[in-house]
């Protein structure tokens, strides 16, 4: 018989009185829910992703507590944005994954949100989780491969360097003739792609490969997916 899954630590976090605790912690400053931890620990002992820490025998400061607690709530911020329940999450369910698998995503799903450098990759994360365990636009293995894609996304740099991308590549699918695709792609082949080059989002260079006659990185079909399903929805 399969272990129970832990997916519960995702769900619970979709109750009203969880919502509303994450949803305050948003909102705040890093500084607001540091204090806010120090003085509502009995409260915020109650989420059920800080029992999760507490029996994961996590150790640490309460910077980086309060760093979690808002990453988490940005991720589950994106979960709850339209409503979504735990029966909302169908995919999510020994019926259809087994629960080995299930709590394999659900402790993944933790460590990459702990991971992330800030908020704005937990908030992407949440809307991956949509997009997978509700919408089904993403499989399991693309999930899996995409927490690590916006994990190695450079912080400050990547996400515009990725809209940079997705535009010239929407440009060359709407030229009307070679001769104006051609000029699309040789401005495209200045991009610098280091912000992304370990994202798996990217199609690179390999040597003397080039692209048309241009050299340089383009867009792949994962990048396009995840920049239109993920980040146009959650951030525009």
Not at 71 to 91: N, P
Not at 138 to 144: A, C, I, L
Request: avoid cysteine; proline fraction near 3%; aromatic fraction near 10%.
């Amino acid at each position: 018989m399969s272990k129970k899954p832990k997916s519960n630590l995702i769900d619970q976090s979709l109750t009203q009185v969880n919502r509303d605790i994450l949803s305050d912690i948003a909102e705040i400053s890093l500084d607001t829910t540091m204090k806010k931890f120090a003085a509502d620990q009995e409260l915020l002992r109650e989420l059920p992703v800080i029992k999760w820490l507490v029996a994961a025998n996590s150790v640490w400061n309460s910077v980086h507590n309060a760093h979690f607690l808002k990453k988490y709530a940005s991720f589950i911020g994106q979960v709850s944005a339209e409503h979504i329940t735990k029966e909302d999450v169908l995919l999510l369910n020994e019926d259809v994954l087994s629960a080995d698998v299930i709590e394999k995503i659900t402790e993944n799903t933790l460590i990459y949100i702990d991971r992330y450098h800030d908020v704005l990759k937990a908030k992407l994360l949440g809307q991956l989780f949509v997009e997978t365990f509700v919408n089904y636009k993403f499989s399991v293995d693309e999930y899996n491969s995409l927490m690590f894609s916006i994990d190695s996304i450079h912080p400050f740099e990547g996400i515009p360097r990725l809209k940079a991308f997705y535009q010239y590549q929407v440009q060359v699918d709407e030229a009307l003739n070679d001769e104006g695709k051609e000029e699309i792609l040789g401005k495209q082949a200045q991009l610098g792609y280091q912000p992304l080059v370990m994202s798996g989002l990217l199609n690179l260079p390999m040597g003397d490969s080039y692209f048309g006659d241009f050299g340089g990185a383009s867009i792949n079909k994962l990048g396009l997916k995840f920049y239109k399903l993920v980040i146009l929805k959650a951030i525009g």
